[in-house]
C-alpha cells in the first residue's frame, strides 16, 4: 500500500510541475530595450522602434527543453539581436539577429546549445 501511496504521489508532483511550466510557456514578454531573458519566458515581442536591442539567453543548460519564440516590430531599421552567454551557440553561431519587419524565430535550449527549431520572415 506505501508504494502504491508514494507512486501516486511521485505522479502528482510530476503533474503539477508539467501544469507550472504549461502556464509559463503561454507567457508574453514585451521589451523595448536590453533584456536578460528569464526561465519564465516563453514569446518575448521586442519593439525596437526606440533603438536596437540585445537580448540575451540564460545558459542553455539550465532551461534544458525550453521552447523559445523571439519576434521583431515594428518596421524601423533597428535589429534586435539574441546572444548567447559562455560560449554556447545558436545552431553554429554565439548570437542570431532579427533584422526584418515582423521577423520571427523559435529556439530550443539543449543541455549545451540552441537549436532554431522555426523561423519566419527571415
Known amino acids: 500500500m ?10 502528482l508532483r510530476r503533474l503539477r510541475r508539467l501544469e507550472a511550466r504549461a502556464a509559463a510557456d503561454s507567457t508574453i514578454t514585451y521589451v523595448s530595450s536590453n533584456y536578460l531573458v528569464q526561465d519564465t519566458d516563453s514569446t518575448i515581442v521586442a519593439d525596437s522602434s526606440g533603438g536596437s536591442i540585445l537580448l540575451t539567453l540564460l ?28 560560449g554556447e551557440m545558436i545552431d553554429d553561431s554565439p548570437d542570431y539577429t532579427l533584422v ?7 529556439l530550443r535550449a539543449t543541455s549545451t546549445m540552441f537549436i532554431i527549431t522555426a ?4
Request: aromatic share 10%.
Open 2 to 11: 506505501f508504494l502504491i501511496w508514494k507512486n501516486f504521489c511521485n505522479l
Open 59 to 86: 545558459p542553455a543548460a539550465t532551461i534544458e527543453g525550453k521552447r523559445l519564440t523571439f519576434k521583431r516590430i515594428p518596421s524601423d531599421g533597428n535589429n534586435v539581436d539574441i546572444q548567447t552567454q559562455g
Open 100 to 106: 526584418n519587419d515582423w521577423q520571427t524565430v523559435t
Open 119 to 122: 523561423s519566419a520572415g527571415a
